[in-house]
């Protein structure tokens, strides 16, 4: 079975522009959560999406947006990047829904690496 | 404040020793798990655990719910365990520890 893929694996932009990141979840699944991981403040949750609704969302500006589509991919959205943004983002898929009472692991992908100059 | 709490931050070890990492976590969860991070950035789930003790191989994870504390124990312990560990739980959303760098010398 293919792993989790995100696209692209590194971005460069300029502050105040925007980017869209995506993630392709392993096939079944029908969760994608989103992370942000800087040296600062370590790993830190966005939201997740299942079945093409979003269930949770972390302590971030309403410039970090996503979606999810019928076939459980995964986009996310950053508008008016700031230096602060430049991070490691992550996402990771799994089986079922965050926070519910069944746990299902997490499985993550590479990463993209934005830098925000 | 931070849900999750973990220590050591850095540890640095020989070749073979027993290693023990730890967290403690403040909210409610149904799950915690163990995260392996490599430099270059790919995370592997190691254990997820609800209750009691798993193993896979060298590792042991253990979770004392009442207590809200897990143990990460590496036994005979190999350059190639080095690694950043992170502890994470699962409430409505995933908290994470800091993460413990661990460096085994040959």
């Known amino acids: 079975k293919a792993g989790v893929t995100q696209t692209p694996r590194y971005l460069i932009k300029t502050r105040g522009q925007q980017v869209t990141l995506s993630c392709s979840p392993i096939?079944?699944?029908?969760?994608v959560s989103w992370y942000q991981q800087t040296p600062g403040q370590g790993l830190q949750f966005l939201f997740e999406y299942f079945s093409e609704t979003q269930r949770n969302k972390g302590n971030f500006p309403g410039r970090f947006s996503g979606r999810q589509f019928s076939n459980s991919r995964s986009e996310m959205n950053v508008s008016t990047l700031e230096l602060g943004d430049s991070a490691l983002y992550l996402c990771?898929?799994?089986?079922?829904?965050?926070?519910?009472?069944?746990?299902?692991?997490?499985?993550f992908g590479p990463g993209t690496r934005l830098t925000v100059t | 404040k931070n849900e999750v709490e973990q220590s050591p931050q850095n540890l640095t070890a020989q070749e073979g020793e027993f290693i023990t990492i730890n967290c403690s976590y403040s909210v409610g969860i149904s799950a915690l798990h163990w995260l392996q991070q490599h430099p270059g950035g790919g995370i592997v789930s190691l254990f997820m655990l609800s209750s009691g003790k798993k193993k896979h191989g060298r590792l042991i994870a253990t979770i004392n719910i009442q207590e809200k504390h897990s143990s990460l124990h590496i036994t005979a312990s190999h350059p190639r365990d080095s690694a950043v560990y992170i502890c994470a739980v699962n409430g409505n959303q995933f908290y994470f520890g800091t993460g413990t760098s661990l460096t085994v010398i040959p």
């Open positions: 990771a898929s799994s089986l079922g829904q965050l926070g519910g009472l069944t746990s299902y692991e997490q499985y």
């Open positions: 096939s079944g699944h029908r969760s």
